[in-house]
């Protein structure tokens, strides 16, 4: 990839200058994979600086944990079935997707790069654990207002149960995460644990 001037062009600022470096993260992790994505190319694919990085994140984990939380839905984004089951289904195969592909690998990467610094896992703790726990959490609360979920059960504690075992699943067994595994932890676990 030659150098390109980033000055040529209109200047982006902001979200969309933050969405082209997430783009552009993404795509340097598919083409290269976590260990030789840089900053600089990230830069150049982006036709930013690294300066413009750099002011955004300290490094290379920092960049990567904010471009998977970029990437994963919002309630909104999922789909509203009307029965709880289903949007749970929805929910873990929508993280199973993303675990199953390149973002995977950056998570797994990152954690193993973070869990050294513990000021690194507390931001990741409280940026992509807390979002992912709040998606649930949502989820819950759209199926307790149609009166499918117990009242007890919209705590945060209980929204974490289903992310956390798709997590430990993911690190102890590898991926792709299936069809079958996303329905167990649905059907043994958590339909159990919330339905009304």
Excluded: C
């Amino acid at each position: 990839m030659g150098g390109v001037d980033h000055r040529k062009g209109p200047r982006r600022r902001g979200d969309e200058l933050n969405q082209a470096i997430f783009t552009a993260a993404l795509e340097e992790l598919v083409e290269v994979g976590y260990q030789r994505l840089t900053m600089e190319r990230v830069a150049e694919r982006a036709r930013t600086s690294k300066a413009s990085l750099y002011r955004r994140w300290a490094g290379r984990p920092e960049l990567m944990m904010d471009a998977v939380i970029h990437a994963f839905p919002t309630v909104g984004e999922l789909p509203d079935t009307g029965e709880l089951r289903a949007d749970l289904f929805a929910a873990l195969r929508t993280m199973a997707d993303a675990l199953n592909s390149p973002l995977g690998q950056a998570v797994r990467s990152v954690l193993a790069e973070v869990a050294i610094d513990q000021k690194a896992m507390l931001r990741h703790r409280e940026r992509f654990v807390e979002r992912r726990n709040q998606l649930m959490l949502d989820l819950v609360r759209r199926a307790a207002a149609r009166g499918q979920v117990r009242p007890g059960a919209l705590t945060p504690r209980v929204a974490a149960v289903g992310p956390a075992l798709m997590r430990d699943h993911f690190l102890t067994h590898g991926g792709p995460i299936t069809d079958e595994v996303v329905a167990e932890i649905v059907d043994e676990v958590l339909v159990p644990l919330l339905r009304a």
